[in-house]
């Protein structure tokens, strides 16, 4: 696999690979031990096994651990255990989302929790908290002629001593119900984001979220493993108000523009979950380069699709204004 700039290889073989950025070692079980506090949610702590110490992520349903991830301290190895039932999909997206946060940070590697599409060569950067309504307006720009480069995890580089780029990452387009249907989409005929192995099977679904195809033109070269993409501009989007019948955008300078951004700079998952320190010279450039808007949008899903559809008409106008 190759993903975030990042070779990874997977195996059951106990030695690292020296070809690989990232080893991941999986295997199965027939019981996996402990519990979770609450019901469908990752738990993250550090643990010591045979004098290595392992940052340990566990996945499960019903307050029960369905899988568990664990990541070495410098990030270059991760192992993985599972109930049979979970399907290999589901551990690859969990390693390449939630997991793949853990690893980022730990090889010291800047990356936001955020959406990045891509558009005649340039990026955009889409950040909030859940429910803002990143993938509405990622699925809208989509149908603006954006191509998605990655859903919830961008690793972002500086291509130069001043240019900021995001590279591709896991393209899948996660919508919840309501708001595919609120976009003309029918729910009954996405696909779920997470797969079963057995006939009723629903402990898996740690979400409800729904799969909607990716528009990926041919020419933007998004499965090449040296693609990169300049950051024209970056959305940081406020909670849905219920106040408002239309989106709201400001624009963002000096160090307003830096602590929205780091807000969704990625952290390490031990205290005191401080940013990579690779971070602080990629945002001083960062800013300096992109347009950077604070959005809110209408708590309202008959809106929502028309308020995204009016952002991308905005954001359009302020990238032809900026090149």
Not at 100 to 106: A, D, E, K, N
């Amino acid at each position: 696999m190759f993903h975030y700039g990042l070779s990874i290889d997977e195996g059951e073989a106990a030695a690292l690979s020296a070809n690989a950025d990232v080893s991941w070692f999986h295997s199965w079980s027939d019981a996996m031990a402990g519990d979770l506090q609450d019901v469908d949610v990752a738990a993250t702590g550090p643990i010591l096994e045979k004098d290595k110490t392992w940052i340990q992520h566990d996945f499960g349903t019903g307050g029960k651990v369905r899988c568990r991830f664990r990541v070495s301290l410098d990030g270059r190895v991760v192992r993985s255990s599972a109930l049979p039932s979970v399907a290999q999909s589901n551990l690859r997206e969990l390693l390449l989302e939630p997991v793949m946060r853990t690893v980022l940070y730990r090889l010291n590697l800047p990356a936001f929790h955020a959406a990045a599409l891509v558009n005649a060569g340039e990026a955009i950067l889409l950040m909030g908290p859940k429910g803002a309504g990143k993938s509405t307006l990622s699925a809208v720009l989509q149908r603006s002629g954006w191509s998605l480069l990655a859903d919830d995890l961008v690793r972002v580089i500086c291509c130069d001593e001043s240019t900021v780029c995001a590279l591709p990452g896991l393209r899948r387009n996660k919508l919840r119900p309501d708001s595919l249907q609120a976009l003309g989409h029918s729910p009954e005929t996405a696909q779920e984001r997470w797969a079963k192995t057995l006939p009723g099977d629903f402990e898996e679904q740690w979400d409800e979220k729904l799969l909607l195809p990716a528009l990926i033109p041919e020419d933007e070269n998004l499965e090449d493993e040296n693609s990169s993409f300049r950051i024209a501009a970056a959305i940081c989007l406020l909670p849905r108000s219920l106040s408002l019948a239309s989106p709201q955008i400001r624009k963002l300078s000096g160090q307003s523009a830096v602590l929205h951004l780091a807000r969704h700079l990625i952290r390490d998952p031990l205290p005191p979950n401080a940013p990579p320190l690779a971070a602080g010279r990629m945002m001083s450039h960062l800013v300096s380069q992109a347009s950077v808007l604070e959005l809110q949008m209408p708590d309202n899903l008959s809106l929502l699709g028309q308020s995204a559809e009016a952002f991308a008409k905005s954001l359009q106008l302020c990238l032809t204004k900026q090149s």
